[in-house]
C-alpha cells in the first residue's frame, strides 16, 4: 500500500502534523492519521486522480484494520441497532483509479476510515459529498489532480457513547495546484460540516437510555483554513498560506463565526 504520496500535486506538500499522538496507516492512495485515544482518524489525505477514476461495485464489508489493536479503533459495535452511519473520511470514489482502483475501494471500508455521522439523508450532507467533485471540475486544466484532507473536529465536551466520544464536526480542506509563467503554485480551499443540534439547550455530555448524543442536519460551510487549524490544533501552514478563501470584512456577521460561509449550493464555493 503506498499511502497518501507528498510529491502527487506538482508541489510537495506533507501530512498534516497533529498534535496528539497518532498512528500513520498507509492505504492504497491515501492515509490516515488514527487517533488511538478517541479510536477515531484524527486526519486522512487522499490522492486523486480525477482522469483516472474507475467505476468500482461498491460492496459494504467493513472491516477492522489487524495492524491496529482493537481497542484503539472504533469498529462494528458502536454502530450497531443505532441512527448512527459509518462516514466515509476518504470518499469511497476519490482513492479509486488507477490499476489498484479496486484495492483501493476495499480500503476505504476500513473502520479506521469511518467515523459516526448523523444517518438522515438530506441536502447538507449531499453537498459534503461532493465537495471534491467541484475542486476536480476547477481543477480540470490541470489534469483533474486534487489532494483532499479530512477528519473531524475533537472536542473534549463530544459526548461519550459505548466508549467512544462522538464529534459534532468535521473539517474538509482540498488542495490543487495551478501553474502561471512556467511555476506551479499551491491552491487550497477548507470546510466544515456541521451536525450540531440546533437546540441550544441540549447539554451533550448527558446521555439517556443509552442513546448516542443528539445529531442535527447537516450544514456545510466555508471559511477560512486557518480556522481550521485553529479548531483542530493541526500544523497545516502550507495549507494556510495557499488558501483562496478571502472573506469581505464588510460582509461578515458579527461572532466566533464571522467568517464562516454557509453553503446551499456547489456554486457557491470560492476556488
Same mark, same amino acid.
Given at each position: 500500500?503506498?499511502?497518501?504520496?507528498?510529491?502527487?500535486?506538482?508541489?510537495?506538500? !506533507?501530512?498534516?502534523?497533529?498534535?496528539?499522538?497518532?498512528?500513520?496507516?498507509?492505504?492504497?492512495?491515501?492515509?490516515?492519521?488514527?487517533?488511538?485515544?478517541? $479510536?477515531?482518524?484524527?486526519?486522512?489525505?487522499?490522492? /486523486?486522480?480525477?482522469? %483516472?477514476?474507475?467505476?468500482?461495485?461498491?460492496?459494504?464489508?467493513?472491516?477492522?484494520?489487524?495492524?491496529?489493536?482493537?481497542?484503539?479503533?472504533?469498529?462494528?459495535?458502536?454502530?450497531?441497532?443505532?441512527?448512527?452511519?459509518?462516514?466515509?473520511?476518504? @470518499?469511497?470514489?476519490?482513492?479509486?483509479?488507477?490499476?489498484?482502483?479496486?484495492?483501493?475501494?476495499?480500503?476505504?471500508?476500513?473502520?479506521?476510515?469511518?467515523?459516526?455521522?448523523?444517518?438522515?439523508?438530506?441536502?447538507?450532507?449531499?453537498?459534503?459529498?461532493?465537495?471534491?467533485?467541484?475542486?476536480? !471540475?476547477?481543477?480540470?486544466?490541470?489534469?483533474?489532480?486534487?489532494?483532499?484532507?479530512?477528519?473531524?473536529?475533537?472536542?473534549?465536551?463530544?459526548?461519550?457513547?459505548?466508549?467512544?466520544?462522538?464529534?459534532?464536526?468535521?473539517?474538509?480542506?482540498?488542495?490543487?495546484?495551478?501553474?502561471?509563467?512556467?511555476?506551479?503554485?499551491? $491552491?487550497?480551499?477548507?470546510?466544515?460540516?456541521?451536525?450540531?443540534?440546533?437546540?441550544?439547550?441540549?447539554?451533550?455530555? %448527558?446521555?439517556?437510555?443509552?442513546?448516542?448524543?443528539?445529531?442535527?442536519?447537516? $450544514?456545510?460551510?466555508?471559511?477560512?483554513? !486557518?480556522?481550521?487549524? %485553529?479548531?483542530?490544533?493541526?500544523? /497545516?501552514?502550507?495549507?494556510?498560506?495557499?488558501?483562496?478563501?478571502?472573506?469581505?470584512?464588510?460582509?461578515?456577521?458579527?461572532?466566533? @463565526?464571522?467568517?464562516?460561509? %454557509?453553503?446551499?449550493?456547489?456554486?457557491?464555493? !470560492?476556488?
Amino acid at each position: 500500500m503506498s499511502g497518501y504520496e507528498a510529491g502527487f500535486l506538482d508541489v510537495q506538500l !506533507e501530512l498534516p502534523v497533529t498534535q496528539q499522538p497518532v498512528i500513520q496507516l498507509d492505504y492504497t492512495h491515501f492515509t490516515v492519521l488514527l487517533d488511538p485515544a478517541r $479510536r477515531l482518524a484524527a486526519a486522512t489525505a487522499v490522492n /486523486i486522480a480525477g482522469a %483516472e477514476l474507475v467505476d468500482v461495485k461498491r460492496g459494504n464489508t467493513w472491516r477492522l484494520d489487524k495492524r491496529v489493536a482493537e481497542d484503539q479503533q472504533a469498529g462494528p459495535e458502536l454502530y450497531a441497532k443505532n441512527d448512527l452511519d459509518r462516514g466515509h473520511l476518504v @470518499r469511497r470514489r476519490d482513492p479509486v483509479w488507477g490499476d489498484e482502483a479496486k484495492q483501493a475501494n476495499a480500503d476505504t471500508f476500513n473502520y479506521t476510515n469511518a467515523a459516526p455521522q448523523a444517518a438522515a439523508f438530506n441536502q447538507g450532507k449531499e453537498l459534503w459529498v461532493g465537495l471534491e467533485d467541484h475542486v476536480l !471540475e476547477y481543477a480540470g486544466a490541470n489534469q483533474l489532480h486534487a489532494s483532499v484532507f479530512t477528519g473531524p473536529v475533537f472536542r473534549p465536551d463530544d459526548g461519550l457513547y459505548r466508549g467512544v466520544r462522538i464529534p459534532r464536526m468535521f473539517w474538509k480542506i482540498a488542495a490543487w495546484t495551478v501553474t502561471i509563467d512556467d511555476t506551479a503554485s499551491l $491552491r487550497t480551499a477548507g470546510f466544515v460540516l456541521d451536525q450540531s443540534p440546533l437546540l441550544a439547550d441540549i447539554d451533550l455530555r %448527558e446521555l439517556t437510555s443509552g442513546n448516542p448524543p443528539p445529531l442535527g442536519p447537516f $450544514r456545510t460551510f466555508q471559511l477560512p483554513v !486557518e480556522r481550521i487549524a %485553529e479548531l483542530t490544533g493541526l500544523t /497545516i501552514e502550507q495549507l494556510v498560506d495557499a488558501d483562496r478563501y478571502k472573506p469581505t470584512p464588510a460582509a461578515q456577521p458579527v461572532g466566533p @463565526r464571522g467568517d464562516w460561509r %454557509e453553503l446551499a449550493s456547489g456554486d457557491e464555493i !470560492e476556488l
